[in-house]
Structures are given as structure tokens and as C-alpha cells.
């Protein structure tokens, strides 16, 4: 049997069109899927849509909606998106399905039995037009951060979570897991600013509305949205259902994608909910930053705002992958500018890629009638150096994706690129044709259709079409070829030919324009 690989996205709050932000976590979840399935893992992606909560259900009527109307029509938008962005997800949960709403009931059933789950009393300052509770700290002087109004201290009845009764087992986790918190930093964060101060109990429900999943046992109240969210993961592969294939084949999931403002109820609430489940951790949490606008957060108000369709429609999906994933460094926010992204497709896309494939296929063109050579067993310094570099970009690039690091990955295949663009000039064709050199001018051709073939390879997972573009204009159509293990040896190139007349990937933008076109847009949005 395959080894497998389970990936999650969060899932989505369906309040509105979902911008560039939303689009990198779901790209880069849909990145690690088929890497791992290009590795031969059997790899299952989940994402969805978490649709409960009083602010869904405002958002809802001021659509002049029944909720479930609204959302239904809000998570057909996610998959007409992802579809757009070519996601292969494999399951889409809405939580206001019936296979969903069940399990959280039967967990909430569960944990009351056993103890976890208490009913006491919750306090907290309430504003009652948007019908809210706030923090303290959230309050903005004192009002309503909504709606800027008086709020009122209030208590109700609520159901609790005893999250301190695991404090110290989930810092025993942290300890003999090095591996459950990415990157590292993302874990101190978490001790010293909640777990030491000390875990706070969770409430979990409400009863100042009802668009939630209703307590079995005491209707009145609904679970409060993060109990009911955080089950998705589980619920979706049929835990507790009369169906288990898929739990007992894909969980404990390989690696779970979140922003890091919703890392905390992912590296403490989670793990602390499935310790009280008796189920194993997920291997790996990914926590990315943002992606920032040069002024801040994206907003509205600010003219700012950038969604992903509108960049695939003008440049096409892959240089929007490609750039969501190249600009976000692991430790720190990415930031979106056109400038930024007209540069990147300019120089790393156009530059960089679409000139080394087409420079090769036509120089294969004019030298050989378009046939690839097949490899010699003539050495030289130049090739073997050559050789050598190269595949060490590509043990570097295998590292870091191993550890997640994704931009730096790419970085790595880049500077492949340009390594191979560097061989162009140390070997000159040109000049080897010239003084009639046709062994050597063989090595080289045999050479960079041999790295570009291991080149499109590696930017399969994230840029599909452009990976099989190059493939075809290469004439690498035999699909062992395409293979990832094919990556760490040289294969003989026997009957490749290339096409006879090479297109270019990617052509260079009109800077000025670009750029001016993109603010106009966003001060639109
Ligand atoms: N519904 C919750 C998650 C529940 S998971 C059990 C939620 N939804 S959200 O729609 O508000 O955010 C979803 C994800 O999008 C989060 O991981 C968040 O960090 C991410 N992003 C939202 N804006 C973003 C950027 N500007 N940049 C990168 N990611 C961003 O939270």
C-alpha cells in the first residue's frame, strides 16, 4: 500500500469574496499535494467552508438571505474559484452539513460524559444592536469596535472547556514532537504568551443565537464556532460515522496549513481537544504570515483590496501561483505590489524560464533538425561542474520543502535556472558550431534538455501547465520521464525530439502600464 499524505487548508469564513490572501494558503495546500503525490504518496487534500456564527448569519440578511442559502452559495463560489486556480481538492466540508453537525453533537456528548466539558457562567461586555460579546481589550475606548456603541458587562450561561487539565501534556507534546510547530519560532510564541501566563478555560457555546449546531442534551444552547471548526478536519474523513475508511486511512493528517492570527486555536485548542478524544496529533502545523499591501492590512476602505481573478485573467494562473508562493518568506509577512509582481514575471518568468526553454529548443532546432542527442560519455570540467551544481540545487530545494520553507524552495529551482542559463554561456554553442565541435555542441544540447526536462519536474506541483508546456516543447511526452524519481540520475534522451517551432511561456509585460493598471484596479476594488 501507498504511503499516504493528508494536507488541510483551514476552512474559509464565507463573508465575502475571497482576496489574494485567502487564495496562497489554499495554493500552497494544493502545492504540498501534488509534490507528494508526484513523490508517489497517496495524497488527499481537504478545505471547505465554516459556516456558523452570528456573523455569517448578519451577513446572510443583509443579503436578504436565509442563511443556509447564503452560504451554500458562498461555498459554490470558493469551488468555482478553486476551480479557476486549478485546487485538486479532494473533499470540500461545509459545516452545516448533516455528516458534519452529527460528530460535533456526538463529540460534544462525549467530552460532557467524560468530564472535559463543564457548564458555568460567561461574562463579558456585550453590545446589544450587533448582539456581540468583547474582550476587554477589544473594546476600542471603551465602545463597540463593530459599531463604535456602548457595550454592557453581561453574563450568560455557557458550557466550558477544561483546557487546563492538559496544559502540562501539551507541553510534554511540544517537547518529543520537534516537528509539530512550524516554523520553530511559532512555538515559543505560543508558551510564553499563553501557555505560562495560563490557559484560559474555553467556552464553547451560546445561547444569544442559533445559527450554530444545537447541544443535544440542552438545545438551547448552539457550539460556539471554534469546537465546531476545528472537527472539520476529522469529520470530513467520517470519524465516528458509520463509515471510518477514510479516518482510519488518511488521520493523524501529514501537515495542516493556517495564518498565523488562527494559530493559537491550532497549536493549543486542537491538539488539546484530540488528547481528549484519544486520537493522534497531525504531524506537522504550517503557520505562514500575511500577505501584506505596501500601506497594511488589505481593506476596502483603503483601496487596496486585490483579488486572485482578477491577476489570472491578465497573466495567467501560473504566474499568480508562482508569485503567492515566491513571495511569502516563512518567518516574516509577504507584501503584494504590482510593482513587485510585474517584476517577478518579468525577470524570474520571462527572464529566466520562457528564454532558457526557448533559446534551447530553437538552438536544438537549428543544430540537430530539432532531435535531442543522446548523452556522451565524453567528461569535461565544464559539464561536470555543471553537473554537480545543478543537482545541488536540487538536494537543497528537496530540503527545504521537507521542512516547508516554501519561497526558499522555489528559490532554489531558480537558481537552477539561472545555472543552466549560465551553461549556455560557458559553452557557447554558437562558437562550438561554428568551429565544427559537434561532439561537444551535442554535450551541451543533451545537457540543458536534460535540466529543463528536471526543471519542469520541480515546478509541477506548483505551475502544472507551465510544467507541461515545457514538457511539450522539449518533446518529453513518455510520462516515465516527467517522473520525480527520475530527478537524481541523467536519463538517456533516446528519440526526444523538440518542436519544430518553440513558443514563448511567458512574454515580457510592459512595465509602466502593468503597473498602472493594477493600482486602477485596486483603487476600484
Ligand atoms: N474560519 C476560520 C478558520 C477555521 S479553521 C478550523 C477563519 N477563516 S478566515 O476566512 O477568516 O481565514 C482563513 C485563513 O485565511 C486563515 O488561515 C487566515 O490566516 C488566512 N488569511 C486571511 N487573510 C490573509 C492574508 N492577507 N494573507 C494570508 N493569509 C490570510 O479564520
Redesign the pocket.
Known sequence: MKDTFYVT???????GK?????A??TVLADSLKKLNQLRGKDAYLLTG??EHGQKIQQVAQKNGKEPKEYVDEMAQMAKNLWKTMEIEYDDFIQTTQKRHETVVQKVFEKLLAQGDIYKGKYEGMYCVPCETYFTETQLVDGKCPDCGRDVVKMEEEAYFFNMKKYTDRLLAYYDAHPDFIKPEYRKSEMINNFIKPGLEDLCITRTTFDWGIPVLSDPKHVVY??LD??L??ITALGYLSDDETLFKKYWPANVQ??????AR??LIY?PIFLMALDLPLPKTILV?????MKDG??SKSKGNVIYPETLIERYGLDAVRYFLLRE?PVSQ??IFSPEAFIERYNFDLCNDLSNLVNRTVSMVNKYFDGKVPESSTNSNNVDDTFEKEAQGYIEQFEAKIDNFEIADSLKEIWQLISRTNKYIDETAPWQLAKEEETEKLKDSMYHLIEYIRKIAILITPFMKDTAKNIFKQIGITDEKLQMWDTLKTNIQLKDVQVISQGEPIFMRLKAEDEIEYLKNIMKAN
Request: proline fraction near 5%.
Open positions: 487548508t483551514p476552512i474559509y469564513y464565507p463573508s475571497f482576496h489574494i490572501g485567502t496562497y494558503t467552508t465554516d464556532v471554534w471548526a476545528l472539520n478536519y496549513i493556517v495564518g498565523k492570527d488562527i486555536f491550532h486542537w505562514h504570515n500575511w500577505i501584506m492590512k488589505m511569502m509577512d509577504g
